[in-house]
Every structure is written in C-alpha cells, then in structure tokens.
C-alpha cells in the first residue's frame, strides 16, 4: 500500500508538472499573438493566481510609459497584455488615476478593469488585497470590486493586481448624490458590511465609491 500511494502521488506531481508547461506554452502563445510587443521568456514573470490562473507580465517596450512617485517610478507599457481567468486580456493606453498608501492605479482605454502597482513596502499588502477580495466573491458578497488575478511587476520587488469594474462618474460620500439615492446607497453600505461581518471579514477603512447616476456603491482598496 505504502508503494502503491509513493506512485500515486509521484504521478500526480508528475501530471501537474506537465500541465504546468502545457498551460505555460499556450498562455505565452497567446499572448504573443495578442500583444504588440515580444515577450522574452527567460525574463516574464509567470506564477499561479491566487485563483489558479496562470499570469503572465511581459518586459517592457520602447514605447513604455512613465511616472514617477515619492515611493518610486511606475512604467508600463501603452499596451499590455496577462492572464484573467482563463483568459487574456488586453490593456491599452494606461492612464493614472490615482495613488495612495497601497500603490499607483491605472485606467485602460474602453475596459472596465483596473491595474493597481504596489510599491516595494506594500507588495504584500496589495497581494492580500486579491486575496480577500476573492474570499469576498467566493462568499458572494455584493458591493466589493472583484480582482482577476495578481501579478509580479517587472522589477520582482513589487505586486500588481487586476480589478474590477472600473466605475466613472463617482463620489466619495453619500452627501454627494441626489436626495433620491441616498437611501439607496446607505442602504446598499449597510448590506455590504452586514454581509463582510457574516464572512469574518473587518476594514478599518470603508472606501466606498458611488455613481452620481444610478445611486450604486462598490467598496474599493480593501487594503486594511
């Protein structure tokens, strides 16, 4: 019996292991196909997602934009493309929205997704955030931004993830919205944190955003 599980368990790695290179293959393929830039494959970052998708961040290009913070620069290229749920997806034309404590986050032209950067002391941080917002999605807790996946910067010292939507036209507070949404968004705040307290899920620091036109709250930067 004790022989039979070594070999059971010694196909199983071996299996994975295959998997593994199958699915690193065909990813890169895509993406190769997909981007505008050439991926070296000695030098892109490739892990497992905390959801089990394989990610893929290519080195830069020329044609890469730049910003630069206190906490250090930000460049990524005008497009990029990773790996979202079984999927890649394309990012053109990055543009800063904003940046904090957690990291700088950037906008796409004509997506719903966000990419948000660590900087060096706060990879972790932002690592955990995808985390617990997936716990939150595998829970079905409404009113959170969801992350697609998370990522290793180019220079390994720093985090990325994927998140999502990206909702315009928002305000920070719900003094801020028509006499006719606020009961709707303190209603929906309400619910959120209800069902964040039924998952054994606290935050010191509700961020909530809500749209001027229809009233509707996501929780955002869930970083504490």
């Known amino acids: 019996m004790y022989q039979l599980t070594n070999q059971l368990q010694a196909s199983s790695i071996a299996t994975k292991m295959i998997l593994l290179t199958l699915l ?40 890469a934009m730049e910003w630069n913070f206190a906490n250090g620069n930000v460049k990524i290229d005008e497009t990029i493309t990773l790996s979202s749920r079984n999927k890649v997806v394309s990012l053109q034309k990055p543009e800063l929205i904003g940046s904090g404590g957690g990291g700088a986050v950037f906008s796409f032209r004509d997506s719903s997704s966000l990419l948000k950067v660590s900087w060096e002391g706060s990879s972790k941080s932002v690592e955990r955030e995808c985390e617990v917002l997936q716990k939150m999605e595998a829970r079905n807790i409404q009113g959170v931004e969801r992350c697609l996946g998370k990522y290793q910067y180019n220079d390994s010292k720093r985090a990325m993830i994927l ?37 054994n899920i606290v935050t010191i620091d509700v961020q909530p955003l809500i749209s001027k036109v229809t009233g509707d709250v996501t929780f955002i930067d869930m970083t504490e």
């Open 24 to 63: 690193h293959t065909i990813q890169i393929s895509i993406a190769l196909k997909l981007g505008h830039h050439t991926i070296d494959l000695q030098n892109a970052f490739v892990h497992w997602g905390a959801i089990g998708v394989l990610s893929c961040f290519a080195p830069f290009s020329a044609n």
């Open 163 to 199: 998140v999502e939507p990206y909702i315009r036209d928002t305000v920070a507070s719900v003094m801020e919205v028509s006499p006719s949404m606020q009961i709707r968004a303190v209603e929906q705040i309400s619910h959120t944190l209800v069902q964040m307290l039924a998952a």
